[in-house]
């Protein structure tokens, strides 16, 4: 079952622009990821941000997360070429102790040189 | 570390053959998982091990599909007998215990079943 949905589904902008991705999900959680997945390639992990935390930066990554609205953003600033992949929302169950992670269906970002 | 290696990167068969594919996790790591990847369906989670042990198979579509995990550093993924639709990219990630599971994708082996 799909945990979190992302939207756009796809997003393309200039390089240079900043890029908004949401996330949406349904339950109670620990903690929720955004990872990256060039093509051809496997998903890398971008950044995690607590439940308890509401904003989360790391370079040129900034996390929010409203659990009272179960949804989060992912914003990329100054984008460049190289940015252009997609890119998911991960989360956990939080009324479950599985080690799961339920991926959604990703934000495919093209960044335009 | 060379992160998480999948065997082979690409692999073509023919329906009804049998397809194994092979993770090596990375070490020290306590979890392994294997998701398959397809436009129609997105990113679904197999099957995951703790410990060499099988947690949690019930995304596994079919008996068709079969994983192990011998041992710490090495885990299988088996099709038998293989169908079209099967085909898709699958993903072997590994985990250490750690209360946000964060997880490390291989860079998966795309099958196709003719």
């Known amino acids: 079952s799909q945990q979190g949905e992302e939207d756009p589904q796809a997003l393309s902008i200039q390089e240079g622009e900043n890029a908004t991705m949401n996330c949406s999900y349904k339950?109670?959680?620990?903690?929720l990821q955004w990872y990256r997945q060039n093509s051809g390639r496997g998903l890398v992990h971008l950044i995690l941000i607590r439940s308890n935390e509401r904003e989360k930066h790391s370079g040129r990554l900034r996390v929010t997360l409203d659990t009272s609205k179960k949804s989060s953003s992912l914003l990329i600033t100054a984008s460049r070429a190289a940015d252009t992949a997609s890119y998911f929302c991960?989360?956990?169950?939080?009324?479950?102790?599985?080690?799961?992670?339920?991926f959604g269906s990703g934000t495919r970002l093209l960044v335009r040189p | 570390d060379a992160g998480v290696i999948q065997s082979p990167r690409h692999e073509v068969t023919e329906m009804g053959q049998e397809v194994t594919l092979r993770c090596k996790p990375i070490?020290?790591?306590?979890?392994l998982f294997w998701y398959r990847q397809t436009m129609m369906r997105g990113l679904e989670l197999l099957i995951y091990?703790?410990?060499?042990?099988?947690?949690?198979d019930s995304g596994m579509p079919e008996d068709r599909f079969s994983a192990k995990m011998p041992n710490a550093s090495f885990s299988t993924l088996k099709i038998q007998p293989s169908e079209p639709r099967d085909s898709a990219v699958y993903f072997c990630?590994?985990?250490?215990?750690?209360?946000?599971?964060?997880?490390?994708f291989g860079p998966g082996t795309r099958l196709t079943v003719l």
């Open positions: 091990f703790n410990n060499n042990v099988p947690i949690d």
């Open positions: 991960a989360t956990d169950d939080g009324m479950d102790s599985s080690y799961k992670l339920i």
């Open positions: 990630a590994s985990g250490p215990l750690s209360i946000e599971n964060t997880q490390y």
């Open positions: 339950t109670s959680i620990n903690n």
């Open positions: 070490s020290g790591h306590d979890y």
